[in-house]
């Protein structure tokens, strides 16, 4: 256990018996989470050495699940079960309590964000090798979120380099530095992590906000933006030593403000392009140091972005361009000129230029389709993309160049992530939002078919595939608290390894990811 770990025990033991008397008023609650939660959550419920707990953060968590953890504690963790101290209704308090919104937005600004930074190595003392001998570019990094840890795994072996703990729920895409050795990660709690692959070791890590959505790296690896849920604002960080740089509120026409649904890189246009939740408009924040070309093609709202104090006093601007809806979950093309987005009706695509600044086409999209896991992929000539659907048993394949969706391909259920590789005719899905959650089902990308199921673990929930650098093999996770990653062979769709893992959720390969492979996300 590590020193975080001794502190979480000690304090935990130090913490005051909870009073006999039932809890029935929320200062009842305030009082039974000062004395059994403060000390390793934060009074402020914004976390400490143990995670945020805000109905924001608790999504993925129901609350009879939340009760349990507070009586047992969560095995593979620091969180020890003080369910002998606390009668049931007092534990059903406690659960309410931190489901219960905070009655003001958090302040989270530079000063809190910089108070957070903690650097364990400087990055100038790190040696310009990898200390080990596999295939740096053929590594994968493996999200394991049922204990909270990170393994680095060779692809070439299937082994192990090394297994870490991570902050408190990673979500998200693992995002690599251009040469492919650092990896950044981020906590839905704000953290962004920084770890050195040459030397297997956390370089730095920081604070960004109270609930974060994901972080994204600009193509030439100097910066980071992280875009938050609470509170609403972007936060760009220097990628050495993520030094806070700029934190920007988001906040758009009639000075309403927006969580933030997604940052995305466009290497080709040396930006960051923003996703919404709450207001209809699609923010591009240009980082190149001359970044003329962006911005030449939007004067007046650049201006008018100035004017209105958008980001003001840093070298991070925003373009803010309007969109006929509220957008999501972004997609973008190759040269990242156009980018699709899903309506937040579920209904339909749309197509925006970000040149022209304007929508220039619809795509028949319905049933909330998972626009950023989907896939690009050449046929007759011309590029295709093909999106899971979160709410409808099917596939659609879109030809980009017309935007028609030119088949819906029926599949067991409907399903989260998709992937391809350059070298590979096939295209592996999941339709692990079905009752079907154990099925892997594989596409022939010419014949637009379903050519194989695989239940590779039966009953359990199975998704997320990756290929290795060459396309050889595929791995694949069982979503499980005792859980594998499955290697298949990618051209005989047989099994070749067995890895037994802790609710690995995503992996994702150093040279596909840095090399935008067409077939992975980005
Ligand atoms: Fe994710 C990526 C949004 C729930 C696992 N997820 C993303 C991204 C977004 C997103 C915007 C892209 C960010 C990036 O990679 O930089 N996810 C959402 C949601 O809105 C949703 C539905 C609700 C929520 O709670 O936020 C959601 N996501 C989940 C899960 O329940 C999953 C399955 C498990 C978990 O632990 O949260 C999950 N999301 C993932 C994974 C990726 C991801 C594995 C990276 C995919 C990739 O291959 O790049």
Redesign the pocket.
């Known amino acids: 256990m590590g020193a975080r770990g001794i502190l979480y025990i000690l304090l935990l033991a130090c913490a005051v018996p909870a009073l006999a008397a039932p809890a029935q008023t929320s200062e009842d609650a305030s009082r039974l989470f000062a004395e059994h939660c403060a000390a390793c959550h934060g009074a402020d419920r914004l976390g400490a050495i143990g995670p945020a707990l805000l109905p924001e953060n608790l ?2 968590l129901r609350k009879a699940e939340a009760e349990k953890i507070i009586v047992s504690g969560r095995p593979a963790t620091q969180m020890p079960g003080v369910g002998d101290k606390l009668t049931a209704e007092q534990v059903k308090a406690l659960a309410d309590y931190i489901y219960t919104p905070l009655a003001s937005v958090p302040a989270w600004g530079m000063a809190e964000i910089a108070a957070s930074r903690v650097v364990n190595v400087d990055p100038a003392s790190l040696p310009d090798r990898p200390q080990w001998s596999a295939d740096p570019l053929n590594l994968f990094t493996v ?1 394991e ?1 049922g204990d909270h840890h990170v393994t680095i795994l060779d692809g070439d072996t299937n082994t192990a380099l090394a297994r870490f703990q991570s902050r408190f ?1 990673l ?3 693992a ?1 690599y530095s251009p040469d492919g050795r650092f990896v950044y990660l ?1 906590s839905r709690d704000g953290w962004i992590s920084k770890y050195d692959l040459y030397t297997l070791q956390i370089v730095a890590e920081i604070r960004v906000g109270v609930n974060t ?4 790296v600009s193509h030439d690896g100097r910066f980071l933006m992280a875009g938050n849920m609470l509170p609403h604002t972007l936060v760009a960080l220097d990628a050495r030593d993520l030094t806070p740089l700029q934190v920007i509120p988001v906040e758009g026409d009639l000075k309403a403000t927006s969580r933030v ?4 890189t466009a290497p080709p246009r040396a930006s960051f392009v923003v ?1 919404l939740k709450d207001i209809p408009e699609i923010w591009e924040i240009p980082y190149a140091d001359d970044a003329g070309p962006v911005m030449n093609g939007f004067v007046h709202s650049y201006e008018k972005g100035l004017e209105e104090g958008i980001g003001t006093g840093g070298r991070f601007q925003a373009l803010r361009i309007r969109s006929p809806d509220i957008l999501d ?1 972004f997609f973008f093309d190759r040269t990242y000129e156009r980018v699709m987005g899903a309506s937040r009706d579920g209904a339909k695509g749309l197509v925006v230029d970000l040149d022209i600044k304007r929508k220039v086409a619809e795509i028949d999209l319905p049933g909330m389709p998972h626009l ?2 989907g896939i690009i992929f050449r046929k007759d000539g011309r590029d295709h993309m093909a999106t899971p659907h ?1 709410k409808e048993a099917v596939i659609s394949v879109i030809d980009m160049t017309t935007w028609k969706t030119v088949k819906r391909i029926p599949t067991l259920g409907p399903g ?2 998709m992937r391809g590789h350059e070298t590979s005719p096939y295209a592996w899905i999941d339709v692990s939002m079905g009752k079907d959650k154990d099925a892997i089902q594989i596409i022939d990308l010419d014949s637009l078919e379903i050519v194989r199921t695989l239940r590779p673990a039966p009953g359990k929930t199975t ?2 595939a ?1 290929f290795d650098r060459w396309g050889k093999t595929v791995l694949i996770s069982v ?1 499980e608290g005792d859980g594998a990653l499955i290697v298949f062979d990618a051209k005989t769709l047989e099994e070749c390894a067995r890895l037994p893992m802790k609710r690995p ?2 992996k ?1 390969n150093v040279f596909n990811k840095i090399n935008y492979s067409s077939g ?2 980005h």
């Open positions: 999504g993925r999200v979120t729920a979500h998200g895409g995002k981020a959505r994901n972080v994204a649904s997604a940052v995305y996703a979950d950023g896991s979160l989260f992530f998704a997320h990756e979503m959720v995503g994702y992975t996300s």
